[in-house]
């Protein structure tokens, strides 16, 4: 069965300063992978999703993601954030080509940036 | 603005009612869903629905109950049978139900029972 697991549930972080919010998980086929953000008392917005191909994957305001898949992760980078970075992010995963019902989504990480 | 509008955002229910929690899109996606999320929690899945006059359980169905009338509308109903309904209720839409297709949230509604 799928898994995901966010490793950190708070990450501190100042102004300026590069950040990683890690995710893993556990499949035993191909796999799509997600990250969404969600500000307080917001839906989820996609950030970046990877499906295929390159595993270097860019998203919205400025973040980016690696798939390795020996390592099972697919973790979030930015390499300076701005206070309004200040969110939630939820690693999601599913099997390749499968529906929306199999996505399973991990507890979040809730970013804070500290001035 | 195309996307997905929900309401009421917040709502407070009595024990022992049911209530409605509206679910509205123009994006002219086929598959909607309803998504629960506690704290510290991801989103647990409650009903889904592929195609008009069609829906499926998802992984907490029990104590819900929705229709799919319309294409642009997905109404959740929190039921008395549901025991913990306080929690924050995402509605979505994607094209497709393919996970490959991107998936688009409303902005959620606060649900408490007093």
């Known amino acids: 069965a799928q898994s995901v697991t966010q490793l950190d549930s708070q990450v501190p972080v100042f102004e300026e300063a590069p950040v990683e919010l890690r995710c893993n998980y556990s499949s035993s086929v191909s796999v799509y992978l997600f990250w969404y953000v969600q500000y307080p008392n917001q839906g989820l917005q996609l950030l970046l999703k990877?499906?295929?191909?390159?595993?270097l994957v860019k998203g919205i305001n400025g973040f980016e993601a690696e798939f390795n898949k020996s390592q099972t992760s697919f973790h979030l980078r930015k390499p300076s954030v701005h206070i309004s970075d200040t969110a939630e992010y939820f690693c999601a995963v599913s099997e390749a080509g499968t529906s929306y019902d199999k996505v399973i989504f991990g507890p979040g990480t809730s970013l804070s940036v500290i001035p | 603005d195309g996307g997905i509008t929900q309401s009421p955002k917040y709502l407070f229910r009595k024990e022992g009612q049911n209530v409605t929690l509206s679910c509205e899109q123009n994006?002219?996606?086929?598959?909607m869903y309803w998504y629960r999320q506690d704290p510290g929690q991801g989103l647990r899945l409650i009903y889904y629905s592929q195609i008009v006059n069609d829906f499926q359980k998802g992984d907490i169905a029990e104590g819900y109950s929705v229709s799919r009338e319309k294409k642009e509308s997905f109404p959740l109903t929190v039921t008395s049978a549901q025991k913990n309904p306080t929690a924050f209720y995402l509605c979505a839409s994607s094209l497709r139900h393919d996970s490959g297709n991107t998936i688009y949230f409303g902005e959620g509604s606060w649900l408490t029972v007093v």
């Open positions: 990877y499906l295929s191909g390159s595993t």
């Open positions: 994006l002219n996606h086929d598959a």
